[in-house]
């Protein structure tokens, strides 16, 4: 069975620094694994998602994310956060093909200080 | 192009009762899926409707049903609310053989 692992539940960064939110999947394949934002009251929002070929893949609001197969992980970066990224942020795993069921890690809060 | 909608946005209930909750997919999407988020988790997968057919189910009990129509909209529908039903529903819609998700707003549901 699949699985996502958030090890961080919540992390606080000052505006302008660097961030890395960590994620470790569980799945027989390669999967199909995807990064999504949740605004306060909001749905989700798709931030980038890896399928396949370069392992570094860029999204929106500057994000972008490092598949490493090595170490079973997908985290997400930014080199500079701003005070509207502060968001939950979800960590997600999903298949090829077929009728698609994702499964979602815990999320990560991110709190953003001047 | 709107985007993934679900009605209503909030809505409380009583233990025991029934709830249906409403979904319109985005423009050309023709698969429906239904998540569980309880406060503090990530969303859980419900079950997944394709061709007005259930295609796949995650662990929730048979209250949680669903239907989809031929517009490709859905409803959720549970039956004999608990406590533990106290969740923001999420419905997500996509394009079967696609692989990309698109959810909606949301509907908090509250149980008391």
Same mark, same amino acid.
């Given at each position: ?13 000052? %505006? #302008?620094?660097?961030? %890395?939110? *960590?994620? /470790?999947?569980?799945? +027989? ?13 909001? +749905? ?23 598949? =490493? *197969?090595?170490?079973?992980?997908? /985290?997400? *970066? =930014? ?8 968001? %939950?942020?979800?960590?997600?795993? #999903?298949?090829? #093909? ?10 990560? =809060? ?5 | ?31 429906? &899926?239904?998540?569980? @988020? !309880?406060?503090? @988790?990530?969303? @859980? ?34 039956? !004999?609310?608990?406590?533990?039903? &106290? ?5 997500? &819609? ?19």
């Amino acid at each position: 069975a699949q699985s996502v692992t958030q090890p961080d539940i919540h992390i606080t960064v000052s %505006e #302008g620094a660097s961030l %890395e939110l *960590r994620c /470790n999947y569980s799945y +027989g394949a390669t999967p199909y694994l995807f990064w999504y934002v949740q605004s306060p009251g909001q +749905g989700l929002q798709l931030l980038l998602k890896y399928f396949s070929g370069d392992t570094l893949v860029q999204g929106i609001k500057g994000f972008e994310a490092e598949f =490493k *197969r090595s170490q079973s992980s997908f /985290n997400l *970066r =930014k080199p500079s956060v701003h005070w509207s990224d502060a968001a %939950e942020y979800f960590c997600a795993v #999903g298949y090829s #093909g077929g009728y698609q069921k994702v499964t979602f890690g815990i999320g990560t =809060k991110l709190q953003v200080i001047p | 192009d709107a985007g993934v909608t679900q009605s209503p946005t909030h809505l409380i209930k009583t233990r025991g009762q029934q709830v249906t909750l409403r979904c319109s997919p985005k423009s050309g999407h023709d698969t429906v &899926s239904w998540y569980q @988020q !309880a406060l503090g @988790q990530g969303p @859980q997968f419900i079950f997944q409707y394709y061709e007005e057919e259930e295609r796949q189910r995650g662990n929730f009990p048979d209250r949680f049903s669903g239907h989809q129509f031929p517009n490709y909209s859905s409803e959720l529908n549970v039956n !004999a609310l608990l406590l533990g039903d &106290s969740a923001l529903y999420l419905c997500a &819609s996509s394009i079967k053989g696609e692989d990309t998700q698109y959810f909606g707003p949301g509907t908090r549901l509250t149980v008391l």
